[in-house]
């Protein structure tokens, strides 16, 4: 089961780890504001209720060990120290902006949407769904990290011929969903060692992640209960940790 958090929550998991390391320097107060501050603008954004809580918990572990790295460096001054951080937990540090990207990503997969039509058969219903949900991460995917041309036509053909895989018909929306944030990531990787030609090998139907999916078409199926994403689950009591 998936688990969100409230922004109190993540406030005070910050904290609570800050106050846990605590090093003896006169910079970590400072520095320790500054990751307050980023949180708390980061918790702000609208795509950031949609991340589940391995992925904050990630996130501000990454901005905790920055501050706790600088705090080591006594000689820095207490702005140094700041700018410092600023500059590595910052928005446009990669550490904030893969967060972004992934808050966006989780968005596109779970935020409501509207169907454009009314549709009788449950396939139908489903296949709109997925195809609404792909169009979004494809969005996301090229506001944060653009891909090829090409490299979209291929993720393309392969999504829809997913969506029509009898070996995937009976497929939960989100588990699908899954499948087809690892073919972005596999397609991402390839433009990024410039192997846009290994693709069709990492998500084509031959490929191990098409047959991975396909071997747990019963653990992922619809008739397996899966909770609505829309309906988070209950927060553990504030203040504590677990």
């Not at 990787?189 to 490929?207: V, W, Y």
Request: net charge neutral; aromatic share 8%; proline share 7%.
């Amino acid at each position: 089961m998936v688990h969100y958090l409230s922004k109190d929550d993540i406030l005070y998991l910050c904290g609570d780890l800050c106050d846990r390391l605590h090093p003896p320097s006169t910079l970590w107060p400072e520095l320790v504001r500054t990751v307050n501050s980023q949180i708390q603008a980061v918790a702000d954004a609208p795509e950031s209720a949609y991340v589940p809580r391995h992925k904050w918990l990630e996130f501000i572990t990454g901005c905790v060990s920055h501050a706790l790295s600088i705090a080591q460096e006594t000689h820095l001054r207490t702005h140094e120290a700041r700018a410092m951080l600023q500059q590595l937990i910052g928005a446009h540090a990669p550490l904030s902006k893969q967060f972004y990207y992934d808050a966006a990503l989780e968005q596109a997969r779970y935020e409501p949407i509207m169907l454009t039509a009314a549709v009788s058969q449950k396939i139908s219903e489903r296949t709109q769904i997925l195809q609404k949900r792909w169009q979004a991460m494809c969005a996301v995917q090229q506001a944060h990290q653009p891909l090829s041309t090409s490299s979209l036509a291929s993720l393309d053909y392969y999504v829809a011929s997913a969506i029509e895989d009898p070996a995937f018909c009976n497929y939960r929306t989100g588990p699908m969903l899954q499948f087809f944030a690892d073919m972005l990531l596999h397609a991402s990787t390839c433009e990024a060692e410039n192997i846009p030609e290994m693709l069709e090998s990492k998500i084509g139907q031959q490929s191990p992640l098409w047959r991975r999916f396909a071997l747990k078409s019963s653990r992922f199926s619809k008739n397996q209960k899966e909770p609505s994403p829309s309906v988070w689950p209950a927060l553990p009591t504030p203040n504590r940790l677990h």
